[in-house]
């Protein structure tokens, strides 16, 4: 963060991968949240890592999703096919801690004559409600809709859409011989509560990361037969 290491990020997330819980779906959750504790603004999210998009392509999604071909584009002198997705089947990929589907779309840039990705764009477009200020009988902020709706007091809800967009650009990787992410661009739009004045306002917030420092990681190991 501003050109420094975060402090207390490397060891936790090590230990995650490092050491093995007996359930993989808590493992799995707890590395979602550690990576996303240092996400920008107030929107909850912890599917913004670069290779998202990717793990829709692997043969045990593929059936969640309706591809088409959407166009053609140049990437580097290379020509790609534009291809549309959307998800069809629920539940969903990506759901809300409550729960509630997140259907995706997006596109997919591919080279048609080897299946590389050069590029990938998902978005998620919901309905989420806004309330101008925290009624005094419900400090949760979510109290009774219709009632709230029909008195227009103090904390009258109001419903508004809400979208989260990642696109990703891919690079080749001279010293690996393979694509990897290069600039992951984000734009999310939604209800923020201030932790000041207690009210909820529509949010936009932008975020450009770019990847670089990419390692190989490698193991080795030999075989010792017992006489």
Same mark, same amino acid.
């Given at each position: ?8 990020? $490397? ?9 093995? *819980? ?48 959407? #166009?053609?584009?140049? +990437?580097? #002198? ?5 291809? #549309? ?5 629920? *539940? ?6 409550? #729960? ?24 998620? +477009? ?22 709230? $709706? ?30 990897? *992410? ?8 939604? *209800?923020?509560?201030? $932790? ?32």
């Amino acid at each position: 963060m501003d050109g420094k290491p975060v402090s207390e990020r $490397q060891d936790p997330l090590e230990k995650l991968f490092v050491q093995s *819980p007996a359930a993989a779906i808590d493992q799995g959750r707890q590395i979602a949240q550690e990576s996303a504790r240092y996400n920008m603004g107030g929107i909850q999210r912890n599917f913004n890592v670069p290779t998202t998009a990717l793990f829709f392509l692997q043969p045990a999604n593929l059936a969640r999703f309706r591809f088409k071909k959407a #166009g053609e584009d140049s +990437i580097d #002198g290379v020509a790609v096919w534009k291809v #549309g997705y959307e998800e069809t089947r629920k *539940p969903t990929i990506i759901r809300t801690s409550a #729960g509630k589907d997140m259907p995706l779309r997006g596109t997919l840039w591919i080279d048609p004559t080897d299946g590389r990705v050069f590029k990938t764009h998902m978005e998620i +477009i919901s309905e989420a409600r806004l309330t101008s200020a925290r009624p005094n009988s419900d400090p949760s902020g979510y109290g009774d809709l219709e009632t709230r $709706q029909q008195s227009g007091g103090a904390g009258a809800l109001r419903r508004i859409n809400t979208s989260a967009s990642i696109t990703v650009t891919y690079r080749l990787e001279p010293r690996f011989g393979l694509l990897v *992410p290069s600039v992951m661009l984000e734009t999310y739009e939604g *209800p923020s509560l201030s $932790q000041f004045s207690g009210e909820e306002s529509a949010t936009k917030i932008n975020c450009r990361a770019t990847c670089s420092g990419f390692k190989r990681f490698e193991t080795s190991g030999r075989v010792v037969v017992q006489k």
